[in-house]
């Protein structure tokens, strides 16, 4: 049986070299709450190494993030510093191991949110929303893992692209939303394929934070979850989300 912290290294050294691995569950088992401490200890050692936390990423939020992973529970990851991406910016495809990406869309925080709150309160606490994209990076090899597996691994969270932020005030339930690479179009989809309504997301995160005696901090960035199915990135691909009237964020891809 391999502890926690080796199961951490494991997956840590993953991420950072770009290597695949199997999956944990395949060679023991592992609970869901084990895996999270996992995450915790893997995200422990990026931060001795100079990463600054800065928010948290929701994960599974649609169905069709659900079907095409082939896993049915709403969970979390953190996000660095180090995972940020210029908007515009470049994305280096060796830093991974098989990116995709997907539209997203994210909370700025402007008061602390823990524990089980309503959407009112959810809402309340949040600073101004944005168009967003989510680049993941399964570390295990195919791609493929069980829920344990995905939820150690950071929720398969690798980076992050924001673009210009908006009033919370602009009705962000169901708005139209365009994944685009080098200008055709991959995926159109509605922010309510996020649970029906991405505040549900926030108040899910919220909830799940305070299990392990965290909280959403004033300046936290919260990506709300997968709006679309991911689309695999290569070298040389320019990936544009669109969200209806809060714009676009942008990348392009290198070698």
Known sequence: MTSLDE??????????NATAIPQLSLTQA????????????????????????????????????????????????RLTDA???DEGGIVKRS???????????????KHRLSGKVTPVEALAAVEAI???????????????????????????????????????????DNLGVVLEIDGRVKQV????????HPLRSLVAAAEMVSRVGEALEPGA??????????????????VRASIERLGRVNFTVEA
């Open 130 to 172: 944005a168009p967003a994209i989510e680049i993941i990076d399964s570390r295990y090899a195919d791609f493929k893992f069980a829920l344990p597996d995905v939820v150690a691994d950071n929720a398969s969270s690798s980076g992050f692209v924001v673009g210009e932020w908006h009033a919370r005030d602009i009705a962000f």
């Open 7 to 16: 199961l951490a290294v494991i997956v840590d050294d993953a991420a950072r």
């Open 83 to 85: 995972m940020r991406v």
């Open 30 to 77: 592992i609970t869901v709450d084990e895996a999270y401490a996992v995450q915790t200890l893997s995200m422990a050692r990026r931060r001795a190494r100079g990463e600054h936390r800065v928010g948290v990423k929701m994960g599974l939020t649609s169905r069709t993030k659900m079907i095409q992973v082939g896993v049915d529970e709403v969970i979390w990851g």
């Open 189 to 196: 989809a509605s922010t309510a394929a996020i649970l029906g």
């Open 95 to 109: 830093r991974y191991v098989h990116p995709r990406a997907e539209p997203e869309l994210a909370f700025l925080m």
């Open 221 to 238: 960035i919260v990506m709300a979850g997968g709006i679309t199915a991911a689309e695999p990135l290569a070298p040389g691909m320019h």
